[in-house]
């Protein structure tokens, strides 16, 4: 069967996706706030990944600590800058501020670094499984992202500042009279949230060696919003784990389409992860994992 | 409200693109982000909810014109309305579906089912290769065999800009329309409190429908009139672009969300700051544009006309 490669690619995959939503998830679930300025931050981490490869020789995974930082910072200005003055004016200005803020930032990247498609190959040898050659870079890439999944979750279950953070998700005003500040943790949950999404951007340049670009970020947007639906809009581990089943139905999608001899299936698998979007928000909106 | 300062405004631009054809083109750009700013506002500025994907429903009025002057020549100039009626119908169908959809949902589910719909509607076009797929719709040599050239390019210059002119001014009516009867009441319990105009017997999706589709329509015929006559061909990556959501979204709140003067205001405004932008710093349009709207969220979110407007009692009634 030559549909089990295309299966383990899609989990492979999925795990980055997952990676990559598990900060959407984050911002909705603590601040109610859609980060529709995704696939900025995802072209960011994407590009810190390609320049510190080039310039510096660094492995995307030491790239990815760096990314963190720049994506920790950047989200907090954005809490400081955008989320906390708008939240009062309502949600329209929030949503359309961010995704504002989101276009800008792909201009000013494509003024600083160009609109050309660039990219990098990390080449470190590559294993065979189930009669498909993978990279060891993109297994690691995908085992790595479960890895911060599952600490992200037990930062969250088992430590003060994740106890707090829960409480301020069940009840704000709560969470503000037994002491918790408040503004404190919603400002580090953006943070984080856009870090991760940073460090998600770094992962992903393993897959698309040569799809680096300013205006990456469009399809990512969609793919992230579909993710974090799918897993519950709000929840990590569904999250990750919607990740890995949108992972494996897009590439199974474009493996479908291919044989059924669409020209472009890979287009084709978007448009199926869109309708699938429009499927889910229509039959159970609350997403389809209970974790 | 009286809303005649901006129906003369677009009567008259109307009225100078016949008598002055050879500045027709200036006038169908300035009116294009007038029509845009004005389309956009009758669904976000009424309900308060925000659509990120109408860029599909100028993309998809403007397959259904294109379709209609390349598939079926033999129809002679009646393809103008049929193609007009094809465009507006596929966009009613397509806001319907998602409408349906996803205003039953509050406004973070909706935006999220919005800004996926540009993206998904333009990999159909392209990946399932209909209409002509990524290689798009050229009409010139078919607009010029079926009305012959000289009625051809008048279609395109003069005609244009009439009809994307004739946008705005019925987007004015239906803002106007809407807002003077039962569903205005409505939409504005709705903007106030969701949940209380339920308790109050009012079903928030169907006006919040009412509103999305016929934006999405006033949308279509915009984008047929723009792209499939205006500059006579039609590619998916030209018309299911991410620049017009923000274009739309700066011309609106740019004069005020809402407002039925206020999009012809952040029009005119935004039109002259492009063009600026042009002569003084080319290539950097999308960047002054994002910024506009992001400079504007923060810091005037009721715009200029809406700022204004909250003044005095004169200004709201003849500057609407």
């Known amino acids: 069967m030559d549909v089990i490669p295309y299966f383990l690619s899609g989990l492979i995959l999925g795990s980055i996706y997952g990676l990559t939503t598990l900060g959407l998830s984050l911002i909705f679930g603590v601040l109610r706030v859609v980060n529709v300025a995704h696939g900025s931050f995802v072209m960011l981490g994407a590009y810190a990944a390609y320049f510190a490869f080039i310039l510096w020789a660094w492995p995307p995974f030491a790239t990815a600590l760096l990314a963190f930082a720049i994506g920790a910072l950047l989200g907090y200005l954005v809490y400081i800058g955008v989320i906390k003055p708008l939240n009062k004016a309502g949600e329209l200005n929030v949503l359309v501020a961010l995704f504002a803020l989101g276009a800008l930032i792909a201009e000013i990247a494509r003024l600083l670094w160009g609109p050309d498609f660039v990219g990098y190959r990390w080449n ?69 949230g856009i870090a991760i999404t940073t460090v998600g951007g770094v992962f992903l340049t393993l897959f698309i060696p040569v799809g680096i670009n300013p205006y990456m970020g469009g399809p990512y947007t969609l793919i992230g919003f579909v993710i974090a639906v799918l897993g519950g809009l709000g929840s990590l581990l569904g999250a990750y784990t919607a990740g890995l089943l949108l992972g494996v139905i897009e590439s199974l999608g474009f493996y479908a389409f291919s044989v059924a001899g669409f020209a472009e299936p890979s287009e084709m698998a978007l448009f199926l992860e869109f309708a699938l979007l429009l499927l889910v928000l229509l039959f159970k909106p609350t997403g389809l994992f209970k974790l | 409200m009286r809303p005649y300062i901006p129906l003369g405004a677009y009567l008259a631009l109307m009225a100078l693109a016949f008598a002055l054809p050879e500045y027709s083109k200036q006038i169908a750009s300035i009116a294009f982000y007038m029509a845009l700013g004005q389309a956009v506002n009758i669904f976000v500025g009424l309900t308060r909810y925000v659509n990120f994907g109408y860029a599909a429903f100028l993309g998809i009025g403007a397959y259904g014109l294109g379709a209609a002057i390349l598939y079926m020549p033999q129809l002679g100039i009646a393809t103008i309305p049929i193609g007009l009626a094809l465009g507006m119908g596929l966009a009613a169908l397509l806001a319907l579906t998602v409408g349906a959809i996803a205003l039953r949902l509050r406004g973070a589910y909706f935006a999220i089912a919005t800004i996926g719909l540009n993206e998904g509607i333009k990999h159909l076009i392209i990946g399932a290769n209909i209409w002509g797929g990524g290689a798009g719709l050229m009409l010139g040599s078919s607009m010029f065999k079926v009305y012959g050239r000289d009625l051809a390019l008048f279609l395109a210059n003069v005609g244009s800009a009439a009809l994307i002119l004739l946008t705005g001014l019925i987007s004015v009516l239906a803002m106007y329309f809407i807002q003077a009867g039962r569903a205005g009441y409505a939409l504005a319990a709705i903007r106030q409190d969701e949940d209380a105009a339920k308790v109050m017997g009012i079903n928030p999706t169907r006006y919040k429908l009412l509103a999305f589709v016929t934006s999405a329509v006033l949308s279509g015929l915009l984008g047929a009139a723009f792209f499939s006559l205006g500059n006579m061909q039609v590619f998916p990556e030209n018309v299911f672009f991410i620049d017009y959501i923000l274009d739309g979204l700066a011309v609106m709140f740019l004069g005020g969300a809402g407002t039925v003067t206020g999009p012809i205001v952040g029009g005119l405004i935004y039109y002259g700051a492009r063009y600026l932008v042009g002569i003084y710093l080319p290539g950097l349009q999308s960047l002054i544009t994002s910024l506009i709207v992001f400079l504007v969220m923060l810091f005037l979110p009721n715009g200029i006309v809406g700022t204004l407007n909250r003044r005095s009692e004169g200004l709201r009634t003849w500057l609407p």
Request: proline share 1%; charged share 15%; no cysteine.
């Open chain 1, 124 to 192: 470190i040898g590559s294993v065979e499984v189930a009669g498909l050659q993978i990279d060891i870079s993109k297994l690691a890439g995908a085992v790595l992202a479960l890895a911060i999944a599952l600490s992200l979750d037990l930062l969250l279950r088992r430590t003060y500042f994740g106890r707090s953070i829960r409480a301020v998700v069940q009840d704000p005003v709560g969470a503000m009279v037994v002491g918790i500040n408040v503004d404190r943790v919603f400002a580090a949950s953006a943070a984080i």
